[in-house]
């Protein structure tokens, strides 16, 4: 895996530079800077955290990282990374984010648990739910089971308004919940906000990422190890390293 700029750990490169008598010597290269998650204010306080960034908040289009801490000295290691999509509109900030916008929000997130049509991956250990024709995502506002997985679909979640988890064959293949507005659900902020496969384009509102990296993903993450997930911006209010 080649690893970029921004997620190698600092080392000092030696680079030949003209010495004084026309010789070479050698100087060290500037510092790279430290892994993502080293310049973050709060990881979620586990061993693996995703990333998920964008350039700005206009943005459909980014980059996901998982990464582990490992070592006596707690460093962050990138385990993998994948281009990412978002919403088409782009990303909010999560505490402001309104239902049918069509944007990601921003923000530090556990993952409660995945899902998918098909079979979990080999080396799952996430909590993983398979999809069946009963399954349905509640975004019913009215309803006692708003964003929340239900099967069957209770009486007071209109149809017309949730998910029927098991028509999006290839998003919701694999899946993780983000713990985005899902421990004390506000009616309209958003529901529904997931890690999961590339559709056609942009998301309404998730995460998404190409199939072998939702499968690798899922291998990777341990529940022990509380991973979470820190979606954000190069810089700004909605900075992820803010």
């Given amino acids: 895996m080649r690893l970029g700029a921004a997620v190698l750990a600092s080392v000092s490169l030696l680079v030949p530079a003209a010495g004084p008598a026309g010789g070479s010597a050698a100087v060290p290269a500037p510092d790279a800077p430290p892994p993502l998650p080293e310049r973050m204010a709060d990881t979620g306080g586990g061993s693996q ?16 990282t998982w990464w582990d801490r490992r070592g006596r000295d707690g460093r962050w290691v990138a ?39 098909r079979p979990a991956p080999e080396g ?33 979640c209109r149809a017309a308004e949730s998910e029927h988890l098991i028509t999006y064959g290839t998003q919701y293949a694999y899946a993780l919940v983000i ?8 009616q309209g902020r958003g529901a529904g ?35 979470h997930i820190a979606i954000g911006t190069d810089d700004g209010p909605t900075s992820i390293t803010g």
């Fill in 49 to 64: 955290l995703i990333t998920a960034r964008a350039a700005r908040t206009s943005s459909t289009t980014g980059t996901v």
């Fill in 79 to 117: 385990a993998g990374s994948a281009p990412a999509r978002f919403g088409a509109k782009g990303l909010v900030e999560g505490g402001s984010r309104r239902q049918g916008t069509n944007t990601t929000p921003t923000g530090l997130y556990d993952l409660p648990y995945a899902f998918g049509i």
């Fill in 124 to 156: 799952t250990s996430t909590s993983y739910r398979r999809v069946t024709r009963t399954s349905w995502w509640c975004q019913d506002n009215d309803s006692r089971s708003y964003n929340r997985w239900t099967d069957p679909r209770p009486a007071d």
């Fill in 179 to 186: 713990g985005f507005n899902y421990a004390r659900p506000v």
């Fill in 193 to 227: 906000i997931f890690l999961h496969v590339n559709g056609t384009g942009p998301t309404a509102g998730c995460v998404s990422v190409p199939e072998d990296a939702m499968r690798r993903i899922l291998d990777w993450a341990e529940p022990a190890r509380e991973p």
